[in-house]
């Protein structure tokens, strides 16, 4: 008996591993990966192994005691891998601006003298207490909130506060509001095309039901690229909709459809338009045909009917359709990338950047991380309002 309660359990694990296996090598490691690169910054603590313990107790209103600068000439000068150095420079700079000919001019120094103990002897920014509070803050831990808090253009002072980045010198919280902005406002699009549009298929039958279900199915089965192509070509100031619009006397010049905002949102709502329309269509094929008319002959005109009964019993499809192209459009790159111009590209497009341009992992994994954490958070909220929804 117990034998072969053990082999019904074994099959049922032989069934469902490589389900499990796909899971865990293309969405559970990438995501950990994603999230350790975040947080994790073990650079400085690799390199600088002794500065860290030899900084504790200081001020940081002055320069260090000469142990603690000894400490950190002996660091430096035990640098041997000069892709550690340049990874260690690129690291402090990034902090503190001036340590890219500062930590050359000083390795050099050191090395040529092993009893140096002033550094600000060497360059008088050792003298600056900015520099040692960018080294110190380093080489402290492997593990750091920098990234995500740059991510919301927070940074820490020199008293370890969290406090708003100089300004200029990060845009990723305006990134992060256009893109919600955009999104948001594609989801409102889609609803206002969609919601009719589904409740059109769903008073239909037949091939009339067939053609209207192609219409909005046939996008899935075209490229992104493709669509997105195609509506730049269409936008274009002599494209089929200008020159259309020109043609019948409505405009006398081009209006700017291209390179604008007005243009993503245009071809973002296309694109995601069938992720707003089937789960509403799903939903108001299993409402009776007969309660609209049933409103009606109660009194009710259209308006109200479909405003006290329709759309109350279509609002979990227009919910899970809502959630669904706003999730979708927070990380959209082609269709900004090629329709926006410079002030219209999304987060998408800056973790682009951090990961192909700068090599910045952690932060593109940082952004990407805020980026899950919208994400969950809107999900939870539709839980909740699924759940109530239930109970009601």
Known sequence: MRDSWIWKQARSFLLVAPLALFLVLFFVAPLATMMKSAVSDPVASR?????????????????????????????????????LFGDLVRRLNSAKSGFRTLMTKTRSAVTADESVSDLSAIDSRWSDPAFWIAIQDAASSPITDRNLLAAVDLTRDASGSIANAPEGTSANRDTLIRTLTTAATVTICCILLGLPFAMVAASVTGWVRQLLLGAVLLPLWTSLLVRTAAWFILLQDNGLINASLQAIGLTSSPIPLIFNRVGVVIAMTHVLL???????????????????????????????????????????????????????????????????????????????????GAANWGMAGALGLVLLLATILLYVVYLRLSSEDARA
């Open 47 to 83: 390199a600088l192994p002794t500065v860290a313990s030899a900084l504790k107790g200081w001020d940081r209103a002055s320069a260090p005691p000469a142990d603690a600068q000894k400490a950190f000439a002996a660091d430096i000068r035990g640098i041997r891998d000069d892709e």
């Open 274 to 356: 069938p992720f707003m329309v089937l789960p509403i269509f799903s939903v108001l094929i299993g409402i009776p045909k007969n309660l609209m008319p049933a409103a009606a002959s109660l009194g009710a005109n259209p308006i109200r009917a479909f405003s006290r009964v329709l759309l109350p019993l279509s609002l979990r499809g227009v919910v899970s359709g809502s959630l669904l192209v706003f999730m979708s459009a927070l990380g959209y790159y082609i269709t900004p990338a090629l329709i926006g111009g410079a002030k219209d590209q999304m987060i998408s497009s800056v973790i682009a950047y951090y990961a192909t």
